[in-house]
């Protein structure tokens, strides 16, 4: 009897279909540590985050946003292995000081320790964290070959040319306008300029340029990202509202006498899309669609454009305030995030919904502007945001927005296709 009823239940089709998931499956977005330093000056923001190359440690800078004149503020580099049993939430495992307000932050892309910022006074600076008592490397100082405004980013650039220790460039934006190139290893302990950009008012198409702005003033520059199949090319966003296609193959030198590097500036713009309305705060190149990048700033507004057209392809007003950034997931394509003036969290899914958030998490303390968010490119689950009162929140991702559905990609496809209808 026991054989007949094996045998029959062998041939059933009641089954067919059903993939089975041994992984319990987490319904729900949940914060798992709200990190903040007692040893903190009053008053400062979290200006920027990053993930080390193994995912296991986030790194915070810590800055002022509303300053007047130049800073005197003591800041600091603070970081936690999120890995650890006993993370102290109210204590850094590295906390490093600064001599004025750091404002971005970023983890070498294979060096788990090497660690790049940039400073409210404009200098670039190295640190090595395998070396807590001494984790200093370089600075670029505050001189003719670097920023005389505020950087406002840092990133690690893949060099098509470079090998070993030159395989990645450092690169930095600031608020005078220069987007600044740099060779920074480790191994050499020093800092390099090796090539410069400007961006100048001229870049702006001419109905939209504010009032009687000269064509050769600096614009400064807010926000930038690569693309991922072509690391020449790249998508700036400014304090204007510009948003810009840009090469680093530009061979145009700017006539900008009054600036005085070593390497000659040139304009790397070679395309203006519809901008923003006041200054842009994040861009972001979609790590699935070459042509896609995500950008959110002043304006309320968090869009979509394609690199074929100057019209965004989406545009999303959630009604939260400003959005101070945007990221896309690295892990599902068509899933994005953003954060807010008034404290919030929100993640939009293109496969669920084109205009409003899946979900929405209040990420602020006391409700207060969220300034920066990062996903977790080596665990899949984890998300961080940092706001204006200094605390540092990781956030665990459910399932549905972290595991890929098939045919996902054709959702950003068809977002793509509509540029050339």
């Known amino acids: 009897m026991l054989h007949e009823q094996l045998e029959k ?24 540590h709200t990190l903040s330093h007692a040893d903190l000056e009053p008053g400062l923001n979290v200006t920027g985050l990053s993930w080390n190359s193994t995912g296991s440690t986030v790194a915070v800078s810590y800055g002022r946003f509303d300053h007047e004149d130049w800073c005197t503020h003591k800041s600091l580099l603070c970081t936690w292995n999120v890995d650890r049993k006993n993370i102290n939430p109210k204590k850094a495992d590295v906390a490093v000081d600064v001599s004025s307000c750091l404002m971005c932050v970023a983890f070498h892309p294979e060096v788990p320790a090497f660690i790049a910022g940039g400073t409210f006074n404009g200098e670039v600076q190295l640190w090595d964290l395998s070396q807590p008592d001494n984790p200093f490397l370089a600075s670029s100082g505050i001189e003719d070959d670097s920023h005389r405004d505020p950087v406002s980013r840092v990133v690690w650039v893949l060099d098509p040319e470079g090998k070993g220790k030159n395989k990645y460039k450092l690169v930095s934006i600031s608020g005078d306008g220069k987007i600044l190139v740099w060779q920074a290893s480790p191994q050499t302990k020093e800092i390099k300029l090796l090539d410069g950009f400007l961006l100048l008012a001229e870049s702006m198409p001419r109905s939209m340029r504010k009032g009687r702005l000269r064509p050769d003033a600096e614009m400064g520059v807010t926000a930038i990202s690569y693309t991922h199949e072509d690391k020449t090319l790249f998508v700036v966003g400014s304090e204007g509202g510009g948003v810009f296609k840009c090469s680093m193959n530009s061979s145009d030198r700017v006539a900008a006498t009054h600036i005085q590097l070593s390497v000659p500036l040139k304009n790397p713009v070679s395309f203006a899309f519809t901008p923003h309305v006041g200054p842009v705060y994040a861009v972001e190149c979609s790590p699935y669609h070459r042509n896609l990048f995500l950008t959110c700033g002043i304006d309320q507004t968090a869009r979509v454009y394609s690199m074929l057209q100057a ?17 896309w997931s690295p892990v599902r394509p068509s899933v994005f995030a953003v954060v807010t003036g008034e404290g919030q969290l929100l993640i939009y899914d293109l496969v669920v919904h084109k205009v409003n958030p899946v979900c929405t998490l209040e990420a602020g303390s006391d409700k207060k502007p969220v300034y920066t968010l990062e996903f977790n490119l080596h665990n899949r689950q984890l998300l961080a945001t940092g706001d204006e009162l200094g605390d540092v929140r990781v956030w665990q991702l459910n399932d549905d927005l972290t595991i890929q559905d098939p045919g996902e990609e054709t959702v950003l496809a068809d977002l793509a296709d509509s540029a050339l209808e």
């Open 9 to 32: 239940n062998l041939h059933s089709h009641a089954f067919d279909g059903y993939d089975v998931n041994w992984h319990e499956e987490t319904k729900t977005v949940t914060c798992v």
């Open 311 to 327: 019209k965004p392809v989406l545009e999303l007003e959630p009604a939260a305030g400003y959005i101070f950034s945007a990221r």
